[in-house]
Structures are given as structure tokens and as C-alpha cells.
């Protein structure tokens, strides 16, 4: 990474989303709040296009959906749950050899996340699927 230039306010960072799809709407859903929320982003700027030419461009000020979306019971329990991950995921990454790791969470089965060592040779694909779309089950 080489650092350039200054960084921008957080309070002027947005967040840019392009969709080719016909229902782009950020306010009628929630897909893209803990993002903008954990990122403290309240500014998204949407673009729906047709092959590269945009038809549909909005600005938004998020910040009172973001504010409503934190206070739902069901956010207030989510981010507890995170609250209480984040002492675990550091303590895998701190017993790693170099203290650095590469998590990967999987949804199957069991939703789990894994801790690989970030100097080992990490599988982020199944065998499966390899052995499917490449041949062989690098």
C-alpha cells in the first residue's frame, strides 16, 4: 500500500453502489446498513445502469434510516453479538504464528468462522467446487 495525499473527513466519506438491477432502492431495505453504519458512512450515492450508461442516479442522506436501523432490538442484539466475537476472533489471531490470520466465514454448515494462519496456504474454495469449475481439486 503507498499512502498518498491526504485522508477525507469521515464526515464527507460516501459510499458509492452501481446496479444494473431495476430495484435499487437503499431506503426500502436494509442490505446495505451495517456497512454504512460500521464504516459510519451516511452518505450513499446509487447508480442503476444499462450497459454502462446510468439511467438512475440518486444521492442520499442516510443518517436518520442508519439511526432508526441501530435502534431495532434485533440490530441492539446482532452488534451484542459482535460486540462479544471480536474478543475471540483476536485472541485466534493473536495465537497464530506471526499474529496475523485470514478469516473465512462459512454460512454451512454451521455458520463458523475459521482462523487460518495468514503464512499457510489457505483453501477458500471447497474441493468440489474446484474440482467442478477447475478440473482438479487444487
Known amino acids: ?23 435499487l432502492s437503499p431506503l426500502d431495505t436494509d442490505y446495505w446498513m451495517p456497512k454504512l453504519w ?14 454502462g450508461t446510468f ?7 442516510l443518517w436518520d434510516h442508519i439511526s432508526n436501523w441501530n435502534a431495532r432490538v434485533e ?4 452488534l451484542g453479538r459482535l ?8 485472541a485466534a489471531v493473536q495465537a497464530t504464528r506471526h499474529g ?3 478469516l ?14 495468514a503464512g499457510q496456504r489457505v483453501g477458500l474454495v471447497s474441493h468440489a467446487m474446484a474440482k467442478k469449475f477447475w ?3 487444487r
Open 38 to 51: 460500521a464504516g459510519c458512512i451516511r452518505y450513499l450515492l446509487t447508480g442503476r445502469h444499462s450497459d
Open 135 to 137: 478440473g482438479s481439486p
Open 55 to 61: 439511467d438512475e442516479v440518486a444521492f442520499r442522506d
Open 75 to 78: 440490530t441492539q442484539d446482532a
Open 100 to 102: 496475523q490470520a485470514v
Open 104 to 117: 473465512i466465514f462459512r454460512e454451512e454448515p454451521d455458520g463458523e468462522v475459521d482462523v487460518h494462519d
Open 83 to 90: 460486540i462479544m466475537l471480536i474478543p475471540a476472533l483476536k
Open 1 to 23: 500500500m503507498i499512502v498518498r495525499g491526504r485522508l477525507s473527513p469521515q464526515g464527507q466519506v460516501v459510499e458509492l453502489k452501481t446496479s444494473k438491477s431495476l430495484t
